[in-house]
């Protein structure tokens, strides 16, 4: 069943001083739903998932995650409530200073307080084991390819167990089999952890790959919404020209 | 007539970026000093940035301090014994050193590298978005990199510019003996013998405050830096300026001050 709303957003609008980046946007993100947003460079995809997870503050409209506004809940309670999302960046944000082992240990000392070093320790290895890098564990970010970054970023995000994952171009970047395999990656983890993404990118094999269902934006506003054969079908000259 | 009222509009609208200026840095202080005693304080963090600040800064303020004893032993010399005054050679030096030279020249020289330092590490990270994959991770960047930095800075630089006018003293005594002969238990008394607790006290208050100013200025240009690669450098370098103007400026303030409450 996909009818439970996770992330529900209303006339989302924003701007950086004379620049109307989200003009109108309204969405729905539902539960274990693996939800495109296909979109043209500068079309507000980014500003998107930065307001829903609290990253960027929208001048007008909501973004309901769990059923609380983000713009109106306390920086504790928001702390709580990014427990639960998983943000994985473009460039990957490793943690430049510290070791592959260091960074998946970051956020799981922080958010699960309450593990033992064994535990950590089993944890750090599964998640490795899940994106395909178990020999990376003491290997610092600057050793690792583009590809080996978006997957342990990847791992990073998914070791406090989100219900909600955010991928920001996942596979931008990156050669045509590497993005083949962090698709599968992301359908994979979809899989096992049971989460509902938002996937934001302009590559099309990556849509055609993870996504449910397809949102286009286009000048700040919802352009064309629906199942990835819709799009396929469609005779609009933008559509097409992501289907090319 | 029409140009004027650009170049006015020109100049309030730089009137106005000023004063938003000073406005974000004082907001940027009052969120330290609330995210320093609110909350569980990063003590592991804060243990690593003094290792950087401190140890790491060792070996220059090494050489600088001693080469800082050293000169001004050497360049002083010839008055002093044209006076016949040599024999009041330790007493200057140390007085100078410890007074002036030693805080202002090692604020200077943390400034450059602890103060880009930071500059640099924090623009990067904002720039390839891992202040925010740390806010997302439920970590409070401000009490994480910034905090951390400022008390860290704050607590080392002292302890660097007290050793770094007794290395001053040291490389005095060698300075002394390249041309007289004195001992060092002797050179060393009569250094100290002239040195004062109101020599001290106030230049070690004061290299607390230089420490805090290089801490809050690194950290506010590399915490504030722009999207794109160039602004690492620009929080870098304008770190560099800004921190030591800033010293300099606190040490004509302090300086007055000391010499109020000492007359």
């Given at each position: 069943?996909?009818?439970?709303?996770?992330?529900?957003?209303?006339?989302?609008?924003?701007?950086?001083?004379?620049?109307?980046?989200?003009?109108?946007?309204?969405?729905?993100?539902?539960?274990?739903?693996?939800?495109?947003?296909?979109?043209?460079?500068?079309?507000?995809?980014?500003?998107?998932?930065?307001?829903?997870?609290?990253?960027?503050?929208?001048?007008?409209?909501?973004?309901?995650?769990?059923?609380?506004?983000?713009?109106?809940?306390?920086?504790?309670?928001?702390?709580?409530?990014?427990?639960?999302?998983?943000?994985?960046?473009?460039?990957?944000?490793?943690?430049?200073s510290m070791t592959v082992k260091e960074n998946l240990e970051f956020p799981l000392r922080r958010i699960k307080r309450d593990l033992t070093e064994t535990e950590i320790r089993k944890k750090t290895m599964e998640v490795l084991e899940n994106v395909g890098l178990?020999?990376?564990?003491?290997?610092?970010?600057?050793?690792?390819?583009?590809?080996?970054?978006?997957?342990?970023?990847?791992?990073?995000?998914?070791?406090?167990?989100?219900?909600?994952?955010?991928?920001?171009?996942?596979?931008?970047?990156?050669?045509?089999?590497?993005?083949?395999?962090?698709?599968?990656?992301?359908?994979?983890?979809?899989?096992?952890?049971?989460?509902?993404?938002?996937?934001?990118?302009?590559?099309?094999?990556?849509?055609?790959?993870?996504?449910?269902?397809?949102?286009?934006?286009?000048?700040?506003?919802?352009?064309?919404?629906?199942?990835?054969?819709?799009?396929?079908?469609?005779?609009?000259?933008?559509?097409?020209?992501?289907?090319? | 007539?029409?140009?004027?009222?650009?170049?006015?509009?020109?100049?309030?609208?730089?009137?106005?970026?000023?004063?938003?200026?000073?406005?974000?840095?004082?907001?940027?202080?009052?969120?330290?000093?609330?995210?320093?005693?609110?909350?569980?304080?990063?003590?592991?963090?804060?243990?690593?940035?003094?290792?950087?600040?401190?140890?790491?800064?060792?070996?220059?303020?090494?050489?600088?301090?001693?080469?800082?004893?050293?000169?001004?032993?050497?360049?002083?010399?010839?008055?002093?014994?044209?006076?016949?005054?040599?024999?009041?050679?330790?007493?200057?030096?140390?007085?100078?050193?410890?007074?002036?030279?030693?805080?202002?020249?090692?604020?200077?020289?943390?400034?450059?590298?602890?103060?880009?330092?930071?500059?640099?590490?924090?623009?990067?990270?904002?720039?390839?978005?891992?202040?925010?994959?740390?806010?997302?991770?439920?970590?409070?960047?401000?009490?994480?990199?910034?905090?951390?930095?400022?008390?860290?800075?704050?607590?080392?630089?002292?302890?660097?510019?007290?050793?770094?006018?007794?290395?001053?003293?040291?490389?005095?005594?060698?300075?002394?003996?390249?041309?007289?002969?004195?001992?060092?238990?002797?050179?060393?008394?009569?250094?100290?013998?002239?040195?004062?607790?109101?020599?001290?006290?106030?230049?070690?208050?004061?290299?607390?405050?230089?420490?805090?100013?290089?801490?809050?200025?690194?950290?506010?240009?590399?915490?504030?830096?722009?999207?794109?690669?160039?602004?690492?450098?620009?929080?870098?370098?304008?770190?560099?300026?800004?921190?030591?103007?800033?010293?300099?400026?606190?040490?004509m303030i302090a300086v007055q001050i000391t010499d109020m409450l000492v007359l």
């Amino acid at each position: 069943m996909k009818n439970t709303a996770v992330i529900e957003i209303r006339n989302l609008k924003k701007a950086f001083g004379q620049q109307e980046v989200l003009k109108s946007v309204s969405l729905q993100l539902f539960d274990k739903e693996n939800l495109v947003v296909l979109g043209k460079s500068g079309s507000g995809k980014s500003v998107l998932i930065k307001c829903i997870a609290g990253l960027l503050k929208p001048d007008d409209g909501s973004v309901t995650v769990f059923d609380k506004n983000i713009s109106e809940i306390s920086r504790e309670e928001l702390g709580l409530l990014r427990e639960k999302i998983g943000f994985l960046f473009q460039g990957g944000a490793l943690y430049d200073s510290m070791t592959v082992k260091e960074n998946l240990e970051f956020p799981l000392r922080r958010i699960k307080r309450d593990l033992t070093e064994t535990e950590i320790r089993k944890k750090t290895m599964e998640v490795l084991e899940n994106v395909g890098l178990a020999d990376a564990l003491d290997k610092m970010p600057s050793q690792l390819s583009g590809g080996m970054r978006k997957r342990i970023s990847l791992a990073r995000t998914i070791i406090v167990d989100p219900l909600i994952m955010l991928y920001d171009e996942p596979t931008t970047g990156l050669d045509p089999a590497t993005s083949d395999e962090i698709s599968t990656l992301i359908n994979e983890i979809q899989k096992k952890y049971k989460t509902s993404s938002i996937i934001i990118t302009h590559d099309i094999n990556c849509a055609r790959k993870t996504g449910d269902r397809i949102i286009m934006l286009e000048e700040g506003e919802v352009f064309k919404e629906g199942k990835i054969e819709e799009f396929e079908k469609s005779t609009n000259q933008l559509v097409k020209s992501f289907f090319l | 007539m029409k140009k004027l009222h650009t170049e006015v509009i020109a100049q309030a609208q730089v009137a106005g970026n000023f004063l938003t200026d000073v406005a974000d840095v004082f907001l940027f202080i009052l969120r330290i000093i609330k995210e320093s005693f609110s909350g569980h304080f990063e003590f592991k963090e804060f243990f690593h940035q003094c290792y950087q600040i401190g140890y790491k800064t060792l070996p220059l303020i090494s050489i600088i301090g001693t080469i800082i004893g050293l000169v001004l032993t050497i360049q002083s010399r010839p008055a002093l014994v044209d006076f016949g005054a040599v024999s009041l050679l330790p007493g200057m030096v140390s007085t100078s050193l410890i007074r002036e030279m030693g805080p202002v020249i090692t604020a200077l020289i943390c400034a450059g590298k602890i103060g880009s330092g930071m500059g640099a590490e924090l623009g990067s990270m904002r720039v390839t978005e891992q202040i925010d994959a740390m806010e997302v991770s439920s970590t409070n960047p401000m009490k994480f990199l910034v905090v951390t930095r400022v008390w860290a800075a704050t607590l080392m630089i002292p302890l660097l510019v007290l050793y770094a006018d007794g290395l001053g003293i040291l490389g005095s005594w060698a300075g002394a003996n390249i041309k007289g002969d004195v001992s060092f238990s002797l050179f060393f008394a009569q250094a100290f013998a002239s040195v004062d607790y109101i020599d001290f006290l106030p230049a070690f208050i004061k290299s607390i405050f230089f420490g805090a100013i290089i801490g809050i200025v690194g950290c506010y240009k590399g915490y504030n830096a722009g999207r794109g690669t160039e602004s690492v450098g620009i929080a870098a370098n304008s770190a560099v300026v800004n921190a030591s103007l800033l010293v300099i400026i606190l040490d004509m303030i302090a300086v007055q001050i000391t010499d109020m409450l000492v007359l």
